[in-house]
């Protein structure tokens, strides 16, 4: 289970005429990565490939553009159902187009409404004032302007006093650049425009204001104007996101399917040419190698030679693990995947981080809100990433709920709605720390010990000797420290299979005696200085408990905040006369709960995963782990389920 699956390197021969069958066949199969071929001349794309580039070009702007997400989940179908993308690819075109088109003009309706609107809206306090004016002037016209910083509205105003006019002042904005209000008899408009054209600039204008048609009421039409436009606008947006919403799938699975052809039509760049001969080179699980000999040969009619290479070259990865293992890889990837020769820590990390995240956090009411949550992200996101971590705060989650009732442990307090809860082991307590530390140094030097353990392995299987022998020392030096401290501490008094403690207790010493030396003589003094490193690395397990404890006294903290809800009670029955203080009390109550447990199980998840992770990043991964790999990349990532396919067996 901790094996990589093997990988080995194949190079397949067939007829150029055949390139086309050969992708579809290499496609169909899918757990196949395709590399470089190492020839003189390399192969071009298929013809096809221009106009699906530019389709997938314009799909991702859409998917930008409309915030639609432009990481679809992969095709998974057969690469022959592949059909009327084109046309849909087309529909889409213009069914956005007509979208945009009415977006367009209705912004173009808006910003004419708009532009008056925001215009009169200044001189919404003057109406009443304006329209006095007017109705004692001849044919009076209206025009806004506005004056140049140099100007001194003092001059232009004696000269529209002149002209039998009026100027209003912008009661919104009292700038300088502000436009203003002039209101004069039609008669002398040319008069007025002279002593505006070098003192102003015209912003609107001029309008006639009819008998029957009233500032106030110019001032009307233009808000109704931009309502209605700005309604219009709303709906037409609104209509977009809604046939976006109702096609996200659909455009999805549009741009999957153009992802698709795309690898696959700059597929042959990887290929090389010998005359009319093309050759492919690329990775295959050894145990799917009968497979894809047999799908090449059904599918080029036997007009292709595949063939097993060996190769000096590093192979990519393929990580093996179980279901229930399988989100874990997620920290192999963020931290580096395992290299080809050496063993995959992803089942015991399924193991040790809910463990440690657990022991951390250790609270039913915390555990039950994490896993609440984690099954809502799982039903609710669907992609690859989200099902992983879903799936990894489901077990952290079961285990903090399993601890919660180690600890007895309900959001601070030792009861769930009434009912008592009896702790197998007080952690807040003198003893229950005591208990609790010993339990964390056993579980670090285990930990270690298993990494201690996988080193040796993985050294075995690379035949490097003298690094195995080293990690033989490290185990037999950890063992004999355990066993020194067990015996020479008398934490066991009693004969071990008939063998006195206190010899065990010497038999130990001098394990980590002859431990000591072959650690010297293997990897010299830094070998030796290393033995504090590993101490140290030992009591870095301590923090389960310390944040643990940290945690859990934030929750009591939190759960023991007085309140008396007798008033309340008493109020509701009738007992008691009404009391807006009581009420304030209990909602600010409330309040306090649920921001102070929101920002305690926010802290607690976020230390529990950081400190979980950093147990195996630095003390674990250090003793066995190197990493460097290179994660296999095949055509097509097909479901979970086809990573283990029973091994093809040639018949006879």
Known sequence: MMKLKKVVKIRILTTEKHRKDMIKALYSFGLVQIVSAIEPSYDKPIAEYEGIADALVYLRSVMRKYNLGIDPEPYQGDVTEITGHKEDIQTMRTTLRSFEEKISNAKDAYSSASNPWRLMSGFELRAKEIDAFAAETSKPKLLFASFKPSVKKSDVCGCVTG????????????????????????????????????????????????????????????????????????????????HLSHNKAHYLSIMSKLETLSSLATLPLKFSKSGKLLVVEGWVPEDLLLGLERKVNDSLRNVVQVTRLQTAEVSPSLLNNPDVARPFEFFLRFFSIPNSAELDPTALITFTFPLFFGMI??????????????????????????????????LSSISTILFGFVFAEFFGLEEIFGHELHPYVARTTTAGISLMMGVCLALGALHL????????LNALHEKEYHHAKAKASWILLELGLICTFIFGYSIVT??????????????????????????????????FIEIFGLISNIFSYLRLIALGISGAILAMVISGVPVDITALVGMVTGEHPFDLGVI????????????????AFVLGMFESSIQSLRLHYVEFFSKFYQGGGIDFAPLRKPAPARHRLSPLRRKG
């Open 163 to 242: 002209a039998e006019g009026m100027l209003f002042e912008n009661a919104k904005d009292r700038s300088d650049a502000a436009p203003q209000a002039l209101v004069y008899p039609e008669g002398h408009e040319r008069k007025i425009l002279v002593a505006l054209e070098e003192n102003a600039d015209v912003v609107a204008g001029p309008f006639s204001i009819a008998k029957s048609e009233t500032f106030s009421k110019m001032l009307e039409e233009a808000r109704a104007s931009e309502q209605r436009s700005k309604k219009a606008l709303d709906k037409v947006d609104n209509d977009l996101r809604q």
């Open 584 to 599: 304030i009390n209990v909602i600010a109550f409330a309040l306090l709960m649920v921001v102070g447990h929101t920002v």
């Open 449 to 456: 010990l298993v990494g201690y353990v996988l080193g040796l």
């Open 494 to 527: 009693t004969p071990v299979l008939g063998v006195p403690a206190a010899t065990l207790g010497l038999a130990s010493g001098a394990i980590v005696l002859l431990s000591l030396v072959s650690l010297v003589k293997l990897e010299g003094m830094a070998g």
């Open 361 to 394: 956090l250790g609270d039913i009411g915390y555990g039950l809100v994490g896993l609440a949550i984690a099954l809502l992200v799982k039903s609710q996101l669907k992609g690859s990433f989200f099902q992983d971590i879903s799936r990894i705060l489901i």
